[in-house]
């Protein structure tokens, strides 16, 4: 026998898209005769009494009221539909509780609520990354590989097939893209414009891009290859095809490719490609030079800041504090940085000013940290050797707490270079954990030097972070190349 | 506390944050964030949501910091010298835009305005959706008949015959508010339309009837519709409602050429049918002002009404 179940939720809110997907989603169901979720209006009564679902127990229901009114086949069919609608209706409320977004649990689940999506970020633990990205590319999403320790094996059949299909796999061990003004991963928040940015390195291309953005130009995509795409080994496949989308975008009309230096065949291949293009490029190759020359309509920029001034097409904003005066001390510097590339480009600093230097990541030219104690020290701390079974120190800052405290008290050390990194996904208060450590230290110690790469639009806000480093006696640079010439300026 | 900037309020928006010293968060949508406070609302989003009397609009990175801080439904939000505190983000108002509403044109053609609403109405007929009342409106046979069809077709033809026979004899006839209430989603669509119908009203110069419809609706709705929609509804009687349906409006009475087709997609992304309803509120009323036989030239002036 037919069974009516009504269930009154007071004084809820849910948006009508909503209201009318769970309905539909619940009169779907198997053994359900007939559903309806709606504002318990005296009309809406009508409309529900009228459809045979309407219980008298819903007489007292106000206009401010939802009901959930449905007819099963029997008692079995219609309790399991007014559950299922309980968990439909809990499901968005959960989420605005919680992280702001309903999270599904699956691919499949995710498509299913947004069935217009073209893009799917993942992250997951590295074996299991592709598996997810080939679900991903065979459901017609472009994908986003947030997730690192996946084989170079697995990363080539995946972009093999993403080319063969027409969608482009960005990773794995993408950190960073802004597709059509959404950041994805370690991002930030810039406007749309008309520069597109294709990198290799997340911080590469949040440097840029916020330089951009800084300077009151937009980006209209920045599209993360992943670190090795450029390799041999890869081909490239996805700056190649990244230049495609970017070259057809008329939104796009200059674009800035950010790579460590290639491999020589991928680098002719991708010049060769942005020869074949309308639009007008910049190549920044850290610590790199092109084995060929050019295209005529491309430019070449050795460090980030070069890039985002070709783009600019104007200088950026200099420095204009006091010059740093270096305490009676060594006149060593050491770097602690939280972005790869941004280390690398300081090394390249250092490096065009004849200074011998040393990194866990060097650039051509420069030592092994392990053969040169001795020198100047630019450390990236989000190399694997720190973060094995640790959060990135963009995510967690006190992951420097350690080092910063050694370097403050080695007396051979004359100037601390620091990068601070803002955007989505990254510590809620960077500035404030370096505030916190450099607190009360003693004039004599060295002087410290930093750069902010964000924008006053990323949730840590870029004026707030650098007035708080401001505050502790950091020196703070307009760039973080910037901030590597200061510290060169400081020990000469 | 993170300061974030209101960048344009509407003018109930801002009365809003005039009069009230509390709120209530009705609701934090993907979109929006709803305030509630004694029975009046304020909608806080970016700019996807338009401009509109009861938003208030932020930049959409101040927005997606909002959104990703905001407390849950339920919670409170105090509200002092033009900020809204709101959890950890306070907006700051003082500063914003008032979204005023272009002026309707001095005078409309009433058969100008025929000939565009026909034209609109053949542009709507294939592209509305089968939820609703849009169809309702513009079909002239009944498709197959949804509850809500069908105990609406009667309301809306009593309304359309209450605008068509607006002339100084009838002009005690009580308006009909039956539509108050009816229909899915968070506005009910007989509110929807009701709105599109009183706003249209104001922009033809039909203000007498404009005055009582509205002030039947307003002695009605309590028993019969929801806080939120009696909120746009109390808008819509001042002429007030999303920016997308003023621009249509404005489109047909100031000659604007071509079928209104970027007006007509804005409406189509208000709510899962609110522009749709709206659009067809006012399409009843500017059709019957455009065979109106009571004047031969257009109006849209108070001193020319009934």
Redesign the interface.
């Known amino acids: 026998m037919a069974v009516v179940l009504n269930e009154i939720r007071r004084?809820f809110?849910?948006?009508?898209?909503a209201?009318?997907r769970i309905?539909r989603a619940v009169a779907a169901l198997p053994g359900v005769e007939e559903a309806?979720?709606?504002?318990a209006?005296?009309?809406?009564k009508?409309?529900l009494r009228?459809?045979g679902i309407l219980s008298d127990n819903s007489a007292h229901a106000g206009?401010?009221d939802l009901l959930i009114a449905l007819r099963g086949k029997d008692a079995a069919a219609a309790g399991a539909a007014m559950t299922e609608a309980q968990r439909l209706l809990e499901q968005p409320?959960r989420a605005?509780?919680g992280t702001?977004?309903w999270q599904p649990h699956t691919l499949r689940g995710a498509v299913q609520r947004m069935p217009d999506a073209n893009l799917a970020l993942i992250s997951v633990p590295g074996d299991f990354a592709a598996a997810e990205a080939r679900k991903a590319l065979r459901r017609g999403l472009n994908a986003m590989i947030f997730s690192d320790n996946v084989q170079v094996r697995e990363e080539i059949d995946l972009k093999r097939e993403g080319r063969e299909l027409g969608l482009l796999v960005m990773g794995p061990d993408c950190g960073t893209a802004i597709i059509g003004?959404v950041p994805l991963g370690f991002a930030n928040?810039v406007p749309r414009g008309d520069v597109g940015i294709i990198g290799a390195s997340g911080t590469g291309i949040q440097e840029v891009a916020c330089l951009l953005a800084n300077a009151g130009r937009g980006v209209s995509h920045a599209i993360g290859t992943g670190g090795r795409d450029l390799s041999a080994d890869v081909g490239g496949i996805t700056a190649l095809m990244a230049i495609d989308l970017l070259d057809g975008d008329a939104a796009t009309r200059h674009v800035v490719v950010i790579s460590k230096p290639p491999a020589p065949e991928v680098a002719d291949a991708v010049l060769a490609r942005v020869g074949r293009s309308r639009k007008s490029f910049t190549v920044c190759l850290i610590g790199g030079q092109p084995t060929r020359a050019l295209p005529t309509n491309a430019e070449l920029a050795t460090t980030l800041s070069e890039a985002a001034e070709a783009a600019l097409g104007h200088p950026l904003p200099r420095y204009e504090g006091a010059a740093p005066q270096l305490a009676a001390r060594g006149k060593l510097i050491c770097g602690l940085y939280c972005g790869g590339t941004l280390c690398s480009e300081a090394q390249l600093v250092l490096r065009r000013a004849g200074m011998a230097v040393a990194s866990n990541a060097p650039i051509p030219g420069a030592a092994r940290l392990e053969a040169s104690a001795a020198g100047h020290r630019l450390i990236d701390l989000g190399d694997d050797a720190f973060t094995h079974g640790r959060p990135h120190p963009m995510i967690e800052p006190t992951l420097r707490d350690g080092p910063l405290r050694e370097a403050l008290a080695d007396e051979r050390v004359g100037v601390i270079l620091l990068d601070v990194i803002l955007g989505w996904g990254i510590h809620a208060d960077p500035a404030g954990e370096l505030a916190r450590v450099l607190a009360g230290r003693k004039a004599t110690t060295p002087i410290v030097i930093a750069s902010v790469t964000g924008t006053d639009?990323?949730?840590q806000?870029r004026s707030a972070q650098v007035r708080k480093l401001a505050d502790a006696g950091v020196i703070v640079a307009p760039s973080n190349a910037a901030a590597a010439a200061l510290a060169v300026q400081g020990v000469r | 506390m993170r300061a974030l900037a209101v960048e344009v309020c509407g003018l109930h928006a801002r009365r809003f944050v005039e009069r009230h010293a509390a709120a209530r968060i009705a609701a934090v949508f993907a979109r929006s964030l709803h305030l509630e406070a004694s029975g009046d609302f304020l909608c806080l989003g970016d700019r996807s949501i338009g401009c509109g009397p009861l938003n208030a609009i932020l930049s959409c990175e101040a927005w997606a910091s909002l959104r990703g801080a905001a407390p849950p439904a339920g919670a409170s939000a105090r509200i002092d010298r033009g900020r809204i505190r709101l959890g950890a983000a306070c907006l700051e108002t003082a500063r914003s835009a008032l979204w005023c509403a272009a002026r309707w044109p001095k005078a409309a053609d009433r058969r100008h305005v025929a000939e565009a609403v026909d034209r609109l109405a053949q542009h709507c007929i294939t592209r509305a959706p089968r939820d609703g009342l849009a169809r309702v409106v513009l079909l002239p046979q009944p498709e197959q008949s949804s509850p809500l069809a069908r105990l609406a077709r009667p309301r809306i033809e009593r309304l359309r015959s209450w605008l068509d026979d607006r002339q100084p004899s009838l002009a005690d006839k009580t308006p009909p508010t039956d539509l108050l209430g009816l229909g899915p989603g968070l506005t009910p669509c007989g509110d929807d339309l009701l709105c599109g119908a009183l706003v249209a009203l104001r922009a033809v110069g039909w203000n007498d009837a404009a005055d009582r419809l509205a002030s039947a609706i307003d002695r009605a709705a309590p028993a019969a519709t929801s806080p939120l929609s009696r909120s746009f509804l109390r808008a819509a009687a001042e002429g007030l409602a999303a920016e997308a349906l003023h621009a249509l409006i404005l489109g047909v009475l100031s000659e604007r050429p071509g079928p209104l087709v970027g007006d007509v997609e804005a409406l189509n992304r208000i709510g899962h049918t609110s522009g749709w309803d709206a659009l067809a509120g006012t399409m009843l009323v500017l059709q019957a002002f455009g065979t109106s036989a009571v004047r031969s030239t257009g109006v849209a002036s108070p001193e020319l009404s009934l």
């Not at chain 1, 809110?13 to 898209?17: E, M, T």
């Not at chain 1, 209006?41 to 809406?44: D, E, G, K, Q, S």
Request: net charge negative; charged share 15%.
């Open positions: 004084g809110y849910l948006d009508s898209v209201l009318m309905s309806g979720l709606m504002i209006t005296p009309a809406n009508e409309i009228e459809a206009p401010g409320r605005v509780a702001g977004a003004g928040s639009g990323d949730p806000g």
